[in-house]
Every structure is written in structure tokens, then in C-alpha cells.
């Protein structure tokens, strides 16, 4: 039986070990305005030094001296204002109470100012059996089915299934008396358990084309989406105009109306930088003027001076004090930093900003890099989750940042360029001989530019564009 021993034996190796005021540095970096905001917030929570800078008060203008005549035409003024001010309070005082409007509750307005959430889907459906006559057994089916009613606002399980799910067992016979019920709910075609039958929910029976329409649900949506109208019509027995009046009025109906009622939050974007057009030039500024102007509170500065505060005292400030020196410098760096990189980025891409998508240019981070004087993963954090304003549109700063390929002259083109292209022949396109991909090949290639088919059609696919037989007009 071996023994188990221990020893301890040098050993070299190197590791990259940075300053936590680098670290700070590049998580300020990288952070957007909205998030640096909260960052910014939470250090002064956490940092009794950093105090906010106050906006300094306009200073008043000289006023010219006033006449014996004019100051007595002052003085008489003031005081019929002051009596009529008296006045007004004496009246106000008996009619309402009073208020102190220095004190007033600014959190408590904002909350009054901030408008309540939207109701859910299934807010909204249980709000509507609350007014139905109903017995409490068939009140809790309905809310059975609504809660297995997913975001789509489609059932997400059989009517056998909802009724094993019950803690009280039920036939299903009596769920789908009650998914009838939810089925006419608000909004139409809820609770529908596939897209054909949500679609029906969403016809008005009484309508003279409901005939025709409900026929081309049950049995050609396939054919809808493949552009198969001549096909439809033969098979209908309707002819080619009333199809296509058809499925234009299916085409308005909603495939998922439960989507309506989705609360999902949006994020707000504020960008980071803006590009106005002044004269012939592009000037690039940074808007954070929102972000807290910080510095070191000076009652703490004095504190740190005097002689008398104890140890401690004086070890934790000075800790604090470091701290708060970083966190404005980061800031001030990342400032810098982000102005730079925009700035070289707006010189890149001039031809962008004067002509539009179609004249962007390919663009590496390493060649901004270069111009800037700094490390391509500084870039990197610079552009990540900024955006920029410009005067052709809000654009991500990585969009600016795309690969191309070479025309026959040998000029680059991105992507975005030939994408662009590839929209403009589809919208300028005979829509009863709509463009193969196969022709939008020869049309880029008779432009200069060479690309493989399947390229053309992920980009296609990628603009949701349909192909050739779905944009066929008859």
C-alpha cells in the first residue's frame, strides 16, 4: 500500500495580472450611456467622496442706477402687489387648504406622472368571464383553458389534456364547451388550436365571401404562400380575381392574436454619439451631458488634510479616496476614447454619410485601430452596445464595422451595399416576370459585382424577400 506524500516544489510560469483600476477601465469602457448611468449611481451610493458638481448659477448683469422718480414708482409698485397678493391668500386659505409646494413629494409625482403596465393577455381574458353568467364549475374551466393559453395566444395542449390536468377531473366534452366560450372572446381567434382554425375564429360567418375564403384556409395555405393562385382558383371554381380579393382579406387576419397583448419591454436606446453635417463637414460630439459631473466632495479632501483624524479614519478615506480618482479618471478615458474612435469612423465612412448604404465601405476595427493609436480590442469595447445619430438614421457603431467583396474595377463593396442592391431590383422588378435569383446573378454581375447564387438567396431569405413564384403577380 503506497504512501501519500507532500512536497512543494518551485515553479515559473508568467500570468497576466492586471490593476483593478485597468479593469475598471475597460468595464467603464464598454458600458453604454443608460448602464454607465446606474454605474455611476451605484459608486455614489457605495462612495461617500464622490460628490456632484453643481451647475454654476448665471451671474447677474450689472443694473443701471435708478432715478429718485423711478425708485418711488418702484416702491409703490411693490406694494400693490403685495397687497394684492394678500388678498388672493386670504381667499385661497378659505376655499382650499394650503400646501407647502418646497416640501412636496417629487418621488410620489413621478409615481402619479408614470403610467401603470399594459394588461397581460390573460388579465385581459379573465376581466371578460367575470361578466359572463356562468356556473362557478364552468367559470373554472374557462380559466383553465385561458391559463393554457401560450403568448401566441394559441392552446398549448389538447382539450384531453387540460381536462386530466384538473384537480377536480372533468370530461373533455365539458373543456370544450368551454374553449367555445374563451373562443369568442376578445381578441378574435384566441385559444385556437392550430393557424386554420385560428384564422376561421377571425371571419365573420355573415360575410358574403366567408364561403370562398374559409375554403382556401381549410385547404390551400400551402398555396398562399407558394403564390399558386391560378391553382387555387381551378380547384375553388372561383375565378382569378375573386381568389385574389380572397387572400388579401385572409392576409389581413392575424396568425397570432395574442401577440397583441404582449408586454415584452423594449429597450431604450440612447446613443452614445451624435453626427451633425455643419457647412461641408461632419462634427462628431458626445451627448452625456444626462451622466452626473462628479468629483471629490471637498468636506472630505479637508477631513484627509487635517492631522487629527485617527488611523482608521484616515486609511478608509484614503482607500475611498483612490477609488473616486479612478472611477473620474475611467470615465473621463472612456470619453476620450469613444470620441476618438467615432470621430476616425466618421472620416472612414465620409462617402456613407454623403450618398447613404449603398457607398459604405468595408471596414476592419484593426484599421481604426491603427488611426487611432490603440489596441483592436479597445475598439472593440468602444463601439460595443453604442449607437450613433446621425442625419441619415440611429445606426449600431458595429454597423459600420461590415466585410465586402471586389467589383470587376477592383473597388470594394460591404455587404450592406449589395444587399441594398439586391432590394432595389426586387422593388423595380416586373412583378408578372419577377427576377430569378439566378437573374439578379447576371444583373450584379453585368453591375461588377461577382456573387455565388446562394449568396443571392440567403441575402434574399435574409431581407424577407419571397422568391420569384411568390412575388408573381396574375
Known amino acids: 500500500m503506497g504512501r501519500m506524500e507532500f512536497s512543494m516544489q518551485p515553479r515559473m510560469e508568467q500570468r497576466l495580472k492586471m490593476a483593478p483600476q485597468i479593469i475598471q477601465s475597460i468595464e467603464i469602457l464598454q458600458l453604454p450611456l443608460l448602464a454607465l448611468q446606474e454605474r455611476i449611481q451605484q459608486e455614489q451610493l457605495e462612495n461617500p467622496l464622490l460628490d456632484l458638481e453643481e451647475t454654476p448659477e448665471l451671474e447677474e448683469l450689472p443694473r443701471p442706477a435708478l432715478t429718485k422718480a423711478e425708485t418711488a414708482e418702484v416702491k409703490d409698485e411693490f406694494t400693490r402687489v403685495e397687497a394684492i397678493s ?4 386670504d381667499y385661497f386659505s378659505q376655499t382650499t387648504p394650503r400646501r407647502n409646494y418646497d416640501d412636496r413629494d417629487e418621488k410620489m409625482e ?9 394588461p397581460s393577455l390573460r388579465d385581459h381574458l379573465m376581466e371578460q368571464i367575470q361578466f359572463l353568467e356562468m356556473t362557478p364549475r364552468q367559470r373554472e374551466l374557462c380559466e383553465a383553458v385561458i391559463n393554457n393559453v401560450d403568448r401566441d395566444g394559441r392552446l398549448s395542449f389538447s382539450v384531453e389534456e387540460v381536462a386530466e390536468s384538473l384537480d377536480r377531473p372533468a370530461l373533455p366534452a365539458e373543456v370544450k364547451q368551454a374553449l367555445e366560450v374563451v373562443q369568442r372572446l376578445d381578441p378574435a381567434g384566441i385559444a385556437a388550436r392550430d393557424l386554420k382554425e385560428c384564422l376561421l375564429l377571425q371571419m365573420d360567418s355573415h360575410d358574403p365571401n ?25 380547384e375553388t371554381g372561383a375565378d382569378l380575381e375573386a381568389v385574389k ?17 404582449d408586454n415584452e419591454v423594449v429597450p431604450t436606446i440612447v446613443p452614445d454619439v451624435h453626427v451633425d453635417k455643419v457647412d461641408e ?4 460630439r458626445l451627448d452625456d451631458s444626462s451622466l452626473p459631473r462628479l468629483r471629490i466632495s ?7 488634510s487635517e492631522q487629527t483624524s485617527d488611523a482608521a479614519t484616515r486609511g478608509f478615506l484614503q482607500k475611498k479616496m483612490e477609488s ?27 462617402d456613407f454619410f454623403d450618398e447613404g448604404v449603398s457607398h459604405l465601405k468595408p471596414l476592419k476595427m484593426q484599421e481604426i485601430a491603427d488611426k487611432v493609436g490603440v489596441h483592436v480590442a479597445t475598439v472593440s469595447r468602444a463601439i460595443r452596445q453604442k449607437y450613433m445619430q446621425t442625419p441619415r438614421g440611429l445606426f449600431a457603431m458595429k454597423f459600420f464595422f461590415t466585410g465586402g467583396t471586389a467589383s470587376s474595377e477592383g473597388e470594394m463593396q460591404t455587404w450592406d451595399a ?7 431590383m426586387v422593388a423595380a422588378e416586373d412583378k408578372n416576370n419577377p427576377l430569378s435569383d439566378d437573374d439578379i446573378v447576371k444583373k450584379l454581375e453585368a453591375e461588377g459585382t461577382h456573387i455565388a447564387r446562394r449568396t443571392v438567396t440567403k441575402y434574399r431569405k435574409a431581407l424577407r424577400i419571397p422568391s420569384s413564384r411568390q412575388r408573381r403577380s396574375y
Open 86 to 89: 394678500e388678498d388672493y391668500h
Open 110 to 118: 413621478a409615481i402619479q406622472n408614470t403610467p401603470g403596465p399594459l
Open 210 to 234: 366567408y364561403q370562398l375564403e374559409s375554403r382556401i384556409v381549410m385547404n390551400h395555405l400551402p398555396d398562399i404562400e407558394a403564390g399558386r393562385f391560378p391553382k387555387i382558383a381551378k
Open 245 to 261: 380579393r380572397a387572400v388579401a382579406a385572409i392576409c389581413m387576419l392575424h396568425p397570432a392574436p395574442g401577440r397583441l397583448y
Open 281 to 284: 463637414h461632419y462634427e462628431v
Open 298 to 304: 471637498q468636506q472630505y479632501r479637508d477631513m484627509l
Open 324 to 350: 473616486a480618482r479612478w472611477l473620474i479618471d475611467a470615465i473621463q478615458q472612456r470619453r476620450k476614447t469613444i470620441l476618438k474612435v467615432s470621430t476616425a469612423l466618421v472620416e472612414a465612412q465620409r
Open 418 to 424: 449589395v444587399r441594398q442592391k439586391i432590394s432595389g
